[in-house]
C-alpha cells in the first residue's frame, strides 16, 4: 500500500524567555507584550470551559453588600445649599428625623415642607396623609369612622414612611415626617414612630388656637377637610401635649417661614438636649 510522504519538520528554534510555548496558538497581528524580568506562570485556562453569565463577577471574598435599608451611594454635595435668609446657625448641618406633629389645620405640612425646602443640606419631607391616600381603591376614609380597616391602613401607611425615612437617614439625608399623633391613643401614638424610624426620632408639637385652626380647616377641600366638630374634638386632644416634655410651637401669629424658623430652633435646642418621651 503506498505510504503518504511525512510532513517535513522545521527545525527547532530557540525558545526564548518571557515568550509565549511554542505549542500556544498566536493571533496574527496581535503585538507581544514584553518580557521584563521572570513571569510567574499564569493559571492554566481549560479551553471551552463555559462561563457563568450575568454582570460583573464578584471574588468569592467579597460578595457584594447586602443593606437591609437600601443604602444607595450617592456622590457629595459639592457645596452647601443657601441658608435661609436671616436665619441663625439652628440645625445647620446636623442629619436630623423630625415628626411634625398636630391637629388637622395646624399647617404642618405646609411648614415641614418649607422646613426641609430651606435646610442647608439635603432634607426630604414625607407626609403620612400623602402616603394614605396611595390606596385608591379600597381607601379607608377615617372621617367614615375609625374602625378596623381605617386602623390598618394607617399603621401600614405609618410603616412605609417609617421605611421611607431609615432609608433616607441611611443615605445621609434629613427627613421630617408630618402626622396628627395623639398623646392619649397609642395606636396613633409616639411609639409606633419610634419603633419605625428610630430612637433618634425628635418630635415637635404644632398647636395654634382652635379659631386659627377652624378657619384653615374651612380652606380645604376633599377628604382633608373635616367639619368644625370633628376638628374641636382633636383639637382638645391635643392640649394633651402640654406637659409631656416635648416642645410645642403655637403658631397661631406666625406665618409659613416665621414657623419653619422658630422650629429650626427649638430642634436645635432638641439637638443639644433631647425631649424625654
Known sequence: MPQHPAAPQHPAAPHPAGAPHPGAPQHPGAPQ???AGPQHPAAPQHPGTPQRPGGPQYPSSAPPRADLTGHVPLPPVSAPLAPPAEHGAGTGTATLAVLLIGPAGAGKTTVARHWAQRRRVPTAHISLDDVRE???SGFADPQ???NEHS????RLARRTCGFAARNFLANGISCIVDDAVFPDRPVVGLG???RHVGPGLLPVV???GLEVVLERNAERSGNRR???EEVAAIHGRMAGWYGSGLPIIDNSTYDVETTARVLDDVLARAIASPPTW
Do not use: I, M, N
Request: net charge neutral; aromatic share 18%.
Open 192 to 194: 409606633g414612630w419610634k
Open 33 to 35: 507584550r514584553p518580557a
Open 151 to 154: 386602623e390598618a391602613q394607617y
Open 206 to 208: 404644632l398647636l395654634p
Open 144 to 146: 367614615s369612622g375609625w
Open 226 to 228: 373635616l367639619s368644625d
Open 134 to 136: 396611595w390606596v385608591c
